[in-house]
């Protein structure tokens, strides 16, 4: 990377809170000129579909940065929009656009990109649930010079983070965003010094975090509890986690549950995906090697209900702390 002695032109690419805590790191950081923020285009959300900017256009408003929300570089006209700004840089963070070569050939610096990741294990769309669901117990942010592959760049910077058993995506994607962000700003500063080193990637070792779906979200009780509570973890707060329960006479009933902890040793005589009690305000359910306890259950339909709220309201057992004794009636899946 070239050494620069004046002030960095920049301009910001990103969408979610995820990129919104790098914009607002930069902006706190003062020695650039931010001269243009994209993010995608203002979309509906939430259950009234109400049109909602992305959060780094809210961060960018807010500091009174000019606002960019083409909905991709196809139109000549968009390209020649950003090159009208004349970036040194671009720096980008989950902007969800894979930019052409045309839009990475405009800033003379090049690009950059904050990745959730520490590549090249867990190139793509989601690193941060991904290594949860693996059970891994190390993640972090790298810094990386963008090409036309998808993350394969070299990496400027790289910073570990580790994972702990009871982190869900949302606190492990918060203390990444803010990471990123810092990193972000320690990688600008080491390029205005001329101090950053470029690594290429070893892409033998390159592994793939695919984009989620709801399916990804359903439960297989027959898994060991550690592998359960692994993915309910990592698929916390999207998509969720869910099983199809038929513990009611003649219909199924689909539940959504929330990440809990490991519990005790199964009772005898149950299968995985009974419900065979409360502890506390837990219910629960037994896995293929032991119990996992169950903080809240929502019923498809339902409002949300802690475990013993859901054990007392459908299986009219309440009287219990204790396990209760195995009835096929309670079974899921």
């Not at 003062?30 to 809210?58: A, E, F, H, L, M």
């Not at 058993?165 to 500063?189: C, N, W």
């Not at 698929?235 to 539940?255: A, E, I, Q, Y």
Request: charged fraction near 20%; hydrophobic fraction near 40%.
């Amino acid at each position: 990377m070239a050494e620069t002695e004046k002030k960095l032109s920049v301009v910001f690419m990103g969408t979610p809170d995820f990129a919104a805590a790098s914009l607002k790191h930069l902006i706190a950081w003062g020695q650039c000129d931010i001269v243009g923020v994209y993010s995608q285009p203002d979309r509906p959300c939430g259950r009234g579909q109400v049109c909602t900017p992305p959060p780094v256009k809210v961060a960018a408003l807010e500091a009174s940065l000019p606002v960019f929300q083409p909905v991709n570089f196809k139109d000549g006209a968009d390209v020649a929009q950003l090159a009208a700004l004349a970036p040194d840089l671009l720096l980008v963070a989950a902007y969800g656009l894979i930019l052409p070569q045309a839009v990475l050939d405009i800033p003379r610096l090049g690009a950059i990109n904050v990745h959730a990741s520490l590549l090249p294990e867990y190139r793509g769309a989601a690193p941060i649930q991904r290594a949860i669901m693996d059970g891994r117990h190390v993640t972090g942010i790298t810094i990386m010079r963008m090409e036309a592959g998808l993350d394969t760049g070299d990496i400027l910077l790289q910073r570990s983070l580790a994972i702990g058993i009871d982190d869900t995506a949302q606190s492990l994607h918060d203390d990444l965003a803010d990471m990123g962000g810092r990193l972000l700003v320690a990688a600008l500063e080491k390029m205005t010094q001329g101090g950053l080193v470029r690594i290429p990637q070893d892409h033998a070792r390159a592994t793939y975090a695919a984009k989620l779906s709801k399916e990804d979200g359903r439960i297989d009780w027959n898994q060991p509890v550690l592998t359960v509570h692994n993915r309910i973890r990592g698929l916390f707060p999207w998509p969720g986690s869910w099983f199809d329960w038929n513990g009611l006479p003649g219909k199924t009933l689909r539940l959504t549950v929330h990440p809990g902890r490991i519990a005790g040793e199964l009772p005898q005589n149950v299968r995985p995906g009974d419900i065979v009690g409360v502890d506390g305000d837990m219910v629960l359910v037994a896995c293929a090697d032991k119990l996992y306890a169950v903080p809240t259950i929502k019923p498809a339909g339902g409002k949300p209900l802690t475990g013993r709220e859901f054990y007392c309201g459908y299986l009219s057992r309440c009287s219990g702390e204790h396990l209760a004794a195995h009835d096929p009636t309670c079974s899921g899946e």
